[in-house]
């Protein structure tokens, strides 16, 4: 293994790591945005809604950017364009403001996440094994940390700009430097490499890759996220509202199944190499179905929690192992270099998809049927993934590292001297 893709591993882990951080400020501080703003509860719903609408769009626009510059570029210069917005979002004092800074953390985050996860599965062929969970590891521990130091930014009244501003400088930086070893795998070269970029490089790619053949993958992503979307915004008010916790109780879900997301993401991959990405995929959509299913006929607030438990363990491998099949499905079918870019691009879009339809879904069931009743939904869904498991199989390499190891020498030629 050369020290460029070791580098490029390093560097990508950390931005995924950055956009944790950064999603979680600006999820975690919503109460005190609508307060610094002003928004009103009607009007709220209309901003969430519009962030993963743009973010999807940024996402669409990613796959025609890719045909023509490298993902690294794209990451690149999307991740300090969603700092910078999510500064703009803390530091302004109007509605318009507001509006703009978000409209362009949407656009940029479609980006970021496609290009991303792009780097990632070109990097996981590279590596000839499967290394996709640890990044998404990587963006679960920053989201632990972004919301670390939202609790603290709200513990001592601090302003949005006062929180955010020192985060910022610091993941600006860090992300400008660690951008220089990015490493586009499928591609024959790192970020730094300028001459098998622009015009054409990456012309007609994943053209061989249709929506059909994609739909199982689409929809398993699909189901992942209405899960995630369900824990993230169901967790405080089921275990507060129907199973009867205290309020500071009902805080503790969502960190616990954030932590054992980072778990189950950071020994994914060794289960992935050791017993396939299907088993995989199986076991966390098995997990994932009971934990729902604990989860609603929960008696009290910690038996709410195991559920809530289980929930994170099982969820966490599906989104990274998603994304790997996708690449390693348009590799199969299109042997172009970079073939699997616009198959990635297009399956990101599911994640904003669930993220939008699973909210309202189990609020509205919720609302006229039962809370409890809600919850089984949400496990009927993920439990729909073990049908499409097979998708998750490679033709020629069945643990998860692609179809076939590029010369690692080609991988590394222009690459900074390093």
Same mark, same amino acid.
């Given at each position: 293994?050369?020290?460029?893709?070791?580098?490029?591993?390093?560097? %990508?882990?950390?931005?995924?790591?950055?956009?944790?951080?950064?999603?979680?400020?600006?999820?975690?501080?919503?109460?005190?945005?609508?307060?610094?703003?002003?928004?009103?509860?009607?009007?709220?719903?209309?901003?969430?809604?519009?962030?993963?609408?743009?973010?999807?769009?940024?996402?669409?626009?990613?796959?025609?950017?890719?045909?023509?510059?490298?993902?690294?570029?794209?990451?690149?210069?999307?991740?300090?364009?969603? %700092?910078?917005?999510?500064?703009?979002?803390?530091?302004?004092?109007?509605?318009?403001?507001?509006?703009?800074?978000?409209?362009?953390?949407?656009?940029?985050?479609?980006?970021?996440?496609?290009?991303?996860?792009?780097?990632?599965?070109?990097?996981?062929?590279?590596?000839?094994?499967?290394?996709?969970?640890?990044?998404?590891?990587?963006?679960?521990?920053?989201?632990?940390?972004?919301?670390?130091?939202?609790?603290?930014?709200?513990?001592?009244?601090?302003? %949005?700009?006062?929180?955010?501003?020192?985060?910022?400088?610091?993941?600006?930086?860090?992300?400008?430097?660690?951008?220089?070893?990015?490493?586009?795998?499928?591609?024959?070269?790192?970020?730094?490499?300028?001459?098998?970029?622009?015009?054409?490089?990456?012309?007609?790619?994943?053209?061989?890759?249709?929506?059909?053949?994609?739909?199982?993958?689409?929809?398993?992503?699909?189901?992942?996220?209405?899960?995630?979307?369900?824990?993230?915004?169901?967790?405080?008010?089921?275990?507060?509202?129907?199973?009867?916790?205290?309020?500071?109780?009902?805080?503790?879900?969502?960190?616990?199944?954030?932590?054992?997301?980072?778990?189950?993401?950071?020994?994914?991959?060794?289960?992935?190499?050791?017993?396939?990405?299907?088993?995989?995929?199986?076991?966390?959509?098995?997990?994932?179905?009971?934990?729902?299913?604990?989860?609603?006929?929960?008696?009290?607030?910690?038996?709410?929690? %195991?559920?809530?438990?289980?929930? &994170?363990?099982?969820?966490?491998?599906?989104?990274?192992?998603?994304?790997?099949?996708?690449?390693?499905?348009?590799?199969?079918?299109?042997?172009?270099?970079?073939?699997?870019?616009?198959?990635?691009?297009?399956?990101?879009?599911?994640?904003?998809?669930?993220?939008?339809?699973?909210?309202?879904?189990? &609020?509205?069931?919720?609302?006229?049927?039962?809370?409890?009743?809600?919850?089984?939904?949400?496990?009927?869904?993920?439990?729909?993934?073990?049908?499409?498991?097979?998708?998750?199989?490679?033709?020629?390499?069945?643990?998860?590292?692609?179809?076939?190891?590029?010369?690692?020498?080609?991988?590394?030629? &222009?690459?900074?001297?390093?």
């Amino acid at each position: 293994m050369t020290d460029v893709l070791r580098h490029g591993r390093t560097s %990508l882990a950390f931005g995924f790591f950055a956009q944790g951080v950064a999603f979680a400020l600006l999820v975690t501080r919503i109460p005190a945005i609508q307060d610094r703003y002003g928004v009103s509860d009607a009007l709220l719903p209309v901003f969430l809604a519009a962030v993963p609408i743009l973010a999807g769009v940024g996402s669409v626009v990613s796959e025609r950017l890719v045909r023509r510059v490298r993902p690294s570029r794209l990451l690149r210069w999307s991740q300090p364009v969603v %700092l910078l917005a999510l500064l703009g979002v803390g530091a302004g004092d109007r509605v318009a403001v507001l509006a703009v800074a978000l409209a362009v953390f949407g656009l940029a985050v479609g980006a970021l996440d496609a290009s991303m996860n792009m780097l990632g599965v070109s990097l996981q062929r590279a590596y000839g094994r499967s290394i996709m969970l640890g990044f998404h590891a990587a963006y679960s521990l920053g989201g632990i940390l972004g919301a670390s130091l939202a609790w603290a930014g709200a513990h001592w009244d601090l302003a %949005l700009w006062v929180s955010y501003l020192p985060v910022v400088v610091v993941l600006l930086q860090a992300a400008l430097v660690g951008s220089r070893w990015y490493v586009d795998g499928d591609r024959g070269g790192v970020a730094g490499d300028e001459s098998a970029s622009g015009g054409g490089g990456g012309g007609g790619v994943g053209a061989g890759v249709g929506f059909k053949v994609l739909l199982p993958l689409c929809l398993v992503m699909t189901f992942a996220y209405i899960g995630d979307s369900t824990v993230s915004n169901w967790s405080a008010k089921y275990l507060q509202d129907v199973l009867g916790s205290s309020e500071q109780l009902a805080t503790v879900p969502y960190n616990v199944y954030m932590v054992t997301t980072l778990v189950g993401r950071a020994v994914g991959d060794f289960g992935v190499r050791r017993f396939g990405a299907v088993a995989v995929v199986r076991g966390g959509a098995v997990v994932a179905a009971g934990g729902f299913a604990v989860v609603a006929s929960a008696p009290g607030p910690w038996v709410g929690m %195991l559920g809530f438990t289980l929930l &994170g363990l099982g969820l966490c491998v599906l989104v990274p192992q998603t994304f790997a099949a996708a690449g390693r499905l348009a590799a199969e079918r299109d042997g172009r270099p970079g073939a699997s870019d616009a198959a990635v691009a297009r399956l990101n879009v599911f994640n904003y998809v669930g993220f939008l339809i699973g909210s309202p879904l189990v &609020g509205a069931l919720g609302d006229a049927w039962s809370y409890r009743g809600a919850m089984l939904v949400p496990m009927v869904l993920v439990l729909v993934t073990v049908v499409y498991a097979r998708s998750f199989e490679g033709r020629v390499d069945r643990y998860g590292g692609g179809h076939e190891r590029p010369r690692t020498a080609d991988v590394g030629r &222009g690459s900074n001297g390093l």
